[in-house]
T-cell receptor, first 117, second 115 residues
Framework: EPEVTQTPSHQVTQMGQEVILRCVPI?????FYWYRQILGQKVEFLVS????????KSEIFDDQFSVERPDGSNFTLKIRSTKLEDSAMYFC???????????????FGPGTRLTVT | QKEVEQNSGPLSVPEGAIASLNCTYS??????FFWYRQYSGKSPELIMS????GDKEDGRFTAQLNKASQYVSLLIRDSQPSDSATYLC???????????????FGTGTRLTIIP
């Protein structure tokens, strides 16, 4: 069964450095998302992306964050200048265009653990 | 602030029994509801979606939705030790097919199946 993949599985970076987290969504999916989960807390929405543009973003997704779909398969999340509080698991998710019965199901990748020191 | 509330547990259920997980949500216009399973250190895994009032069954899992009460539940029949995990309730906000929907998650209920 097709899966969302993410690289790297673990990224350690120093405060103030830029990081790029990479995702390959399921191949026929058209909607892409990033979520994050700080250790011990709930999963939080960051951004949704459709038709090569951001369609929704949360308050967390400030100017330090950006997303890009540089080619037909990859979807990336960039954090320009990392802070200690950016340490979290970052999950990419994707979903199909609407089809009966499975309209809005989002499938999550395995995540990237980001540690900012 | 749109909220999704779950009993954090832990909930302990004997093997072979029925586990019942509950969730309430605050946004009356929400239309799509999901249950995800999350093992420790892993990503959320979709196990059920439900869009209409009533019950939806898939194998040992049954999701129940009551929009009037803003309540969604998950029943796991014949519980197995491998069902031990945190179960996340998620509610879809926004207008789908414009791509601006987003999932709001509860804090999750930790379920332990006792052999």
């Amino acid at each position: 069964e097709p899966e969302v993949t993410q690289t790297p599985s673990h990224q350690v970076t120093q405060m103030g450095q830029e990081v790029i987290l990479r995702c390959v969504p399921i191949s026929n999916h058209l909607y892409f998302y990033w979520y994050r989960q700080i250790l011990g807390q709930k999963v939080e929405f960051l951004v949704s992306f459709y038709n090569n543009e951001i369609s929704e973003k949360s308050e967390i997704f400030d100017d330090q964050f950006s997303v890009e779909r540089p080619d037909g398969s990859n979807f990336t999340l960039k954090i320009r200048s990392t802070k200690l509080e950016d340490s979290a698991m970052y999950f990419c998710a994707s979903r199909l265009r609407w089809t009966s019965g499975r309209a809005y199901e989002q499938y999550f990748g395995p995540g990237t653990r980001l540690t900012v020191t | 602030q749109k909220e999704v509330e779950q009993n954090s547990g832990p909930l302990s259920v004997p093997e072979g029994a029925i586990a019942s997980l509950n969730c309430t949500y605050s946004d009356r216009v929400s239309q799509s509801f999901f249950w995800y399973r999350q093992y420790s250190g892993k990503s959320p895994e979709l196990i059920m979606s439900i869009y209409s009032n009533g019950d939806k069954e898939d194998g040992r899992f049954t999701a129940q939705l009551n929009k009037a009460s803003q309540y969604v539940s998950l029943l796991i029949r014949d519980s197995q030790p491998s069902d031990s995990a945190t179960y996340l309730c998620a509610v879809n906000e926004g207008i789908s097919n414009f791509g601006n929907e987003k999932l709001t998650f509860g804090t999750g209920t930790r379920l332990t199946i006792i052999p």
